[in-house]
């Protein structure tokens, strides 16, 4: 595949330029590195006709061809690999080895999510009856996404879809357009036209889609405050919907933990893309033993890693995606420092091209400040005291987020018997962010409704029918 600076949509099999497009800023430098199509409501209304059209005969189409046709595309995304790790880059500004990360990530979400299958269950098979419960397609899914991980949230969402039957329509952030786009072309030479169909566009796009009664789910990853949104909007219609919300994701860290070789790990677990992860740790609660000589090593540690362009050789951290996120995160920064709270790194603003913000760690701010309660969403972590688990648990636990959590101790059981304790979706121990095709991820209270991944994922994506059929009815002859 081509590389080259053309964009178009993907509308029932056809590449569609747009009649209007909007730029897409490259983070690192703050210039315009493309242009992207800005879908109308008449684009949007033909792509949801085109999925529309392409519904009977994908559903129709054996589940071992479906399977077959995302294990191509997945093989796609790795044959193209250094393509999409560059353009990913350069769009979301995150350093090369995590972009190669993402991308393969998405490749491979695709090939193992063919691992499933859509369980029947007999609940009868008597003289009388046999009754059988299925899960059956649902129709046409909008799925929209994120900027932190354009390419591997949008496999989250097209693996167990299109597996189950749906056709759909994907809708990428308006800050991360370009990746899903080229993904778009891959599609367009492997599945049926009109079984995945991609438009790009600005703020309206989003609602208009939310809104149409074309679809009969929409599937959203972002922030909480847009989900309160989406599902609002696909109330009139009813339509299903999976919402992967926003997080605050407290670390508990026991005394017994070896300073000196977890300060790397748990550094990574809050910067990693440079905080913006739905599951990064926002919010680091250090047991008071420890809690001088932990804080010491990961601020020693902070010290040397590298913040910069994401396509230079060594960058470790890249700018902030977008310029409102940016903002906000300066904005949370300026509230602290307007505070008085103790800054261990950063703080201040990076006085350079692009939307760097150096690393910035907090000690011990109060419980109620700003910087612990809301997610940041940027590299900017507090580091909290704590000395008594009943009390940690309960704080982790005080906030409306509940989507992922770690525990970290030498002291396993103990770990583990904390890990329980903790209202979220996913909570681990000793280790953090690991995700699984296998496995069902999603947000516990205001962080989400429903799962992606997993049995629980791929059925969110069904309608659940019984059917019953009578043996031996005595008019038939
Ligand atoms: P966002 O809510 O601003 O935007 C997400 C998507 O929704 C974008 O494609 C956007 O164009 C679209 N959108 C915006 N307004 C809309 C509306 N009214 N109706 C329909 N669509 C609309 O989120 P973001 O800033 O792109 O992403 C960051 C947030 O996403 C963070 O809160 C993060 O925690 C969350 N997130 C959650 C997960 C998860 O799996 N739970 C994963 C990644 C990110």
Same mark, same amino acid.
């Given at each position: 595949?081509?590389?080259?600076?053309?964009?178009?949509?993907?509308?029932?099999?056809?590449?569609?330029?747009?009649?209007? %497009?909007?730029?897409?800023?490259?983070? *690192?430098?703050?210039?315009?590195?493309?242009?992207?199509?800005?879908?109308?409501? %008449?684009?949007?209304?033909? *792509?949801?006709?085109?999925?529309?059209? @392409?519904?009977?005969?994908? *559903?129709?189409?054996?589940?071992?061809?479906?399977?077959?046709?995302?294990? *191509?595309?997945?093989?796609?995304?790795?044959?193209?690999?250094?393509?999409?790790?560059?353009?990913?880059?350069?769009?979301?500004?995150?350093?090369?080895?995590?972009?190669?990360?993402?991308?393969?990530?998405?490749?491979? !979400?695709?090939?193992?999510?063919?691992?499933?299958?859509?369980? #029947?269950?007999?609940? #009868?098979?008597?003289?009388?009856?046999?009754?059988?419960?299925?899960?059956?397609?649902?129709?046409?899914?909008?799925?929209?996404? +994120?900027?932190?991980? +354009?390419?591997? /949230?949008?496999?989250?969402?097209?693996?167990? @879809?299109? /597996?189950?039957?749906?056709?759909?329509?994907?809708?990428?952030?308006?800050?991360?357009?370009?990746?899903?786009?080229?993904?778009?072309?891959?599609?367009?030479? =492997?599945?049926?036209?009109?079984?995945?169909?991609?438009?790009?566009?600005?703020?309206?796009?989003?609602? !208009?889609?939310?809104?149409?009664?074309?679809?009969?789910?929409?599937?959203?990853?972002?922030?909480?405050?847009?989900?309160?949104?989406?599902?609002?909007?696909?109330?009139?219609?009813?339509?299903?919907?999976?919402?992967?919300?926003?997080?605050?994701?407290?670390?508990?860290?026991?005394?017994?933990?070896?300073?000196?070789?977890? @300060?790397?790990?748990?550094? !990574?677990?809050?910067?990693?893309?440079?905080?913006?992860?739905? =599951?990064?740790?926002?919010?680091?609660?250090?047991?008071?033993?420890?809690?001088?000589?932990?804080?010491?090593?990961?601020?020693?540690?902070?010290?040397?890693?590298?913040?910069?362009?994401?396509? #230079?050789?060594? %960058?470790?951290?890249?700018? =902030?995606?977008?310029?409102?996120?940016?903002?906000?995160?300066?904005?949370? =920064?300026?509230?602290?420092?307007?505070?008085?709270?103790?800054?261990? %790194?950063?703080?201040?603003?990076?006085?350079?091209?692009?939307?760097?913000?150096?690393?910035?760690?907090?000690?011990?701010? +109060?419980?109620?400040?700003?910087?612990?309660?809301?997610?940041?969403?940027?590299?900017?972590?507090?580091?909290?005291?704590?000395?008594?688990?009943?009390?940690?648990?309960?704080?982790?636990?005080?906030?409306?987020?509940?989507?992922?959590?770690?525990? !970290?101790?030498?002291? #396993?059981?103990?770990?583990?018997?904390?890990?329980?304790?903790?209202?979220?979706?996913?909570?681990?121990?000793?280790?953090?962010?690991?995700?699984?095709?296998?496995?069902?991820?999603?947000?516990?209270?205001?962080?989400?409704?429903?799962?992606?991944?997993?049995?629980?994922?791929?059925?969110?994506?069904?309608?659940?029918?019984?059917?019953?059929?009578?043996?031996?009815?005595?008019?038939?002859?």
């Amino acid at each position: 595949m081509e590389f080259n600076g053309t964009y178009r949509m993907l509308i029932g099999g056809e590449f569609v330029a747009g009649s209007a %497009t909007f730029d897409v800023i490259n983070p *690192a430098t703050e210039e315009a590195i493309a242009s992207a199509p800005d879908a109308t409501q %008449t684009d949007l209304d033909a *792509a949801v006709v085109a999925a529309r059209k @392409a519904f009977p005969g994908w *559903a129709g189409t054996p589940i071992e061809a479906r399977k077959a046709k995302l294990n *191509a595309l997945g093989d796609a995304i790795f044959a193209n690999l250094d393509g999409f790790t560059r353009l990913l880059t350069s769009e979301q500004g995150k350093p090369h080895h995590e972009a190669q990360g993402e991308c393969m990530g998405a490749g491979y !979400w695709l090939k193992a999510f063919t691992a499933l299958d859509l369980p #029947e269950t007999v609940n #009868e098979d008597s003289d009388e009856r046999i009754s059988i419960t299925r899960h059956v397609p649902l129709g046409v899914v909008g799925a929209i996404a +994120p900027w932190n991980f +354009p390419m591997i /949230l949008a496999m989250f969402k097209v693996a167990p @879809a299109l /597996l189950a039957g749906n056709t759909m329509v994907l809708k990428p952030s308006p800050f991360t357009p370009l990746s899903t786009l080229k993904f778009a072309e891959l599609a367009a030479e =492997i599945l049926p036209a009109g079984v995945l169909n991609v438009i790009t566009g600005g703020d309206s796009l989003g609602p !208009w889609m939310t809104a149409h009664p074309g679809f009969d789910k929409i599937s959203f990853t972002g922030s909480t405050q847009t989900g309160r949104r989406v599902m609002a909007s696909a109330a009139p219609t009813l339509k299903r919907v999976t919402l992967e919300l926003g997080g605050n994701d407290a670390a508990i860290v026991m005394p017994d933990v070896d300073v000196e070789k977890i @300060a790397e790990q748990l550094f !990574w677990a809050a910067f990693t893309n440079n905080g913006q992860i739905c =599951i990064a740790t926002k919010r680091m609660y250090i047991h008071k033993d420890i809690y001088e000589p932990l804080r010491d090593a990961i601020v020693a540690y902070a010290k040397t890693v590298k913040v910069g362009d994401g396509s #230079e050789q060594g %960058t470790q951290i890249g700018p =902030i995606n977008n310029s409102q996120q940016y903002a906000r995160v300066l904005e949370l =920064i300026q509230d602290a420092r307007d505070k008085g709270y103790t800054f261990l %790194t950063g703080g201040e603003k990076a006085e350079v091209p692009g939307y760097f913000v150096p690393i910035t760690i907090l000690d011990n701010p +109060p419980e109620d400040s700003r910087i612990v309660q809301e997610e940041q969403f940027g590299p900017v972590l507090p580091l909290i005291r704590f000395d008594d688990y009943d009390d940690v648990i309960a704080r982790a636990n005080a906030s409306d987020y509940g989507l992922g959590g770690s525990v !970290w101790g030498s002291d #396993e059981d103990k770990a583990f018997e904390l890990a329980q304790r903790i209202q979220s979706g996913t909570v681990w121990v000793n280790e953090t962010q690991h995700l699984s095709p296998l496995a069902a991820f999603g947000g516990m209270k205001q962080s989400g409704v429903g799962v992606e991944g997993g049995l629980e994922g791929l059925l969110e994506y069904t309608a659940t029918q019984t059917l019953v059929r009578r043996k031996k009815a005595a008019f038939v002859s």
